[in-house]
């Protein structure tokens, strides 16, 4: 077995049940069009393979594409882009009307940016099922007025239905990492129940709030909103980041484009 290259942010399952406990929660189809990123040595890999007609998959670590070709010669077509996922096109696997499953293991380290260039791409997206690490699945699932509550939170939020799954123990993998991890399902909102008419603005205003979250959302959206705009909203100026829901950002970004 290849030794784990930890700037890969390589920590491979190797719990039996946890992997089929995986597989149960995507639940695929054969004709599903699913994507995983990070196959590393397929431990999500085989298993899925085994369910669906085709797999694709994006692998940084290009000594391990050999292994997987050849293992999954037994099993299905396995198809592997070898590159770095936080600059893959995700638009060139779909088949439009047919959207993506996406799923994976990630590497702790890219899991924050990775998510949002996901985010960028859910119109050829059906759902994600990701691995990472406890903490940060608790941020993007965390209701207002929460410590944990923050940017992440509001802009997954905003797109998608975050259902946290289960909790994966350190010594599911090897090597076992120092944390806890956890098993999260991202499904891009068919109907957003609040809309933004300009999502660049809405990132700015939402990445200005939390920037500076102990200060009033007065003074760290001070450039952007006035006093008229928290009037209008009934908003008050003296709440912080956290005190405030979706759809307040929402309707803070969309007051600000129209002022
Ligand atoms: N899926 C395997 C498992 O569950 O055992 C491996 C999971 S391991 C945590 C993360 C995998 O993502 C590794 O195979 C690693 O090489 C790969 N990886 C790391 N950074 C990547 C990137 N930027 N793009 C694509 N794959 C990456």
């Excluded at 702790?108 to 691995?131: C, G, K, R, V, W």
């Excluded at 903490?135 to 410590?147: G, L």
Aim: proline share 7%; net charge positive.
């Amino acid at each position: 077995m290849p030794q784990a290259r930890k700037r890969f942010g390589q920590n491979f399952l190797q719990d039996g049940q946890v992997i089929a406990d995986i597989i149960a929660c995507l639940a695929p189809k054969p004709n599903d069009r699913c994507v995983e990123i990070g196959p590393g040595l397929g431990a999500l890999t085989f298993p899925l393979l085994k369910k669906v007609n085709v797999l694709e998959t994006v692998e940084l670590d290009r000594d391990l594409i050999p292994l997987l070709l050849e293992k999954s010669k037994s099993v299905g077509q396995l198809h592997v882009y070898q590159g770095d996922v936080l600059t893959f096109d995700f638009h060139t696997l779909a088949h439009p009307p047919q959207k993506l499953r996406i799923l994976g293991n990630l590497p702790y380290n890219i899991s924050t940016p990775l998510i949002f260039h996901l985010l960028a791409q859910l119109d050829i997206i059906e759902d994600m099922h990701f691995m990472l690490q406890q903490e940060v699945v608790d941020r993007m699932a965390a209701p207002p007025n929460s410590k944990t509550y923050g940017r992440l939170s509001v802009m997954v939020q905003y797109h998608c239905q975050v259902e946290s799954l289960f909790v994966i123990p350190p010594g599911a993998f090897l090597p076992a990492p120092k944390v806890y991890s956890k098993l999260v399902r991202l499904t891009p909102h068919v109907t957003k129940p609040d809309v933004v008419n300009n999502e660049t603005v809405f990132a700015e205003i939402v990445r200005l709030a939390f920037n500076q979250r102990r200060k009033t959302i007065r003074n760290s959206l001070k450039d952007k909103i006035s006093d008229a705009i928290f009037e209008k909203l009934s908003l008050s100026p003296l709440l912080r980041a956290e005190n405030l829901t979706v759809r307040d950002y929402v309707n803070l970004a969309n007051a600000w484009i129209e002022s």
